[in-house]
């Protein structure tokens, strides 16, 4: 195996998670979303990124105010993982729990 095909094969794994981190900071803040932005601008990474960590993702955009970019990762998230109620939980939790918007 070659290196680019190890990177290529690589997951997004414990480095996503203290970019979470420093982008919840960032968030909570109140500062301009420029790392969450970043992130979410790599498609890649998004893809490969594990379910929690795409959830989380989620809702940081919905609090930072980004709609657009939330609402692709919900969508990818309810394409890529049908079976899962993560997607729809947050949909619902966010529009008050009538379940119109899963």
Known sequence: MTLQETKADSRPGPELKLVI???QAEVLAGEEP???RAVLAQESLMAGAALEDRLELARLAQAAGEIEPALRILEGLTR????????RALTIEENGGDGFHA
């Open 21 to 23: 981190k420093r982008i």
């Open 34 to 36: 420029t790392k969450l």
């Open 80 to 87: 890529d993982h049908p079976a899962q109620p993560a997607g």
